[in-house]
């Protein structure tokens, strides 16, 4: 059985720091990427990674706060956020494909053919 699984999410002040890690099991990936839920509003895409090349790719609000990574040996993947924003606060949830997608079908949730349960990342003032 093929499973995600996020963890690091919490509360944090503003300007503070969360890792979140997805943990996959069942099989590997080519691809993995982290999009957010805010309330009311649409899930958005955040990072993307590739397994075979480490290319990233990431939306433009978070980018220069966000690192998304991998370990293979672990067959888990990261978000490190930094100098988080009350508007990032949202549900986190953690993706991954069996192909390697092109820049504009990375940020697509079509893409991806698994997703994890999420995790609550809330940034207060």
């Known amino acids: 059985q093929v499973q995600l699984d996020e963890s690091g999410g919490g509360l944090v002040q503003a300007g503070g720091s969360l890792k979140l890690s997805c943990a996959a099991s069942?099989?590997?990936?080519?691809?993995s990427a982290w999009f957010r839920q805010a309330p009311g509003k649409e899930r958005e895409f955040i990072a993307g990674?590739?397994?075979?090349?480490?290319?990233?790719y990431y939306e433009g609000t978070v980018k220069g706060r966000c690192t998304i990574s991998r370990d293979n040996a672990k067959n888990t993947v990261y978000l490190q956020m930094n100098s988080l924003k009350i508007e990032d606060t949202a549900v986190y949830y953690c993706?991954?494909?069996?192909?390697?997608?092109?820049?504009?079908?990375?940020?697509?949730?079509?893409?991806?053919?698994?997703w994890g349960q999420g995790t609550q990342v809330t940034v207060s003032s």
């Open positions: 993706a991954a494909a069996a192909q390697i997608p092109s820049p504009s079908q990375a940020r697509g949730s079509w893409f991806y053919d698994y």
């Open positions: 069942g099989r590997t990936f080519r691809s």
């Open positions: 990674i590739n397994w075979n090349d480490d290319t990233t």
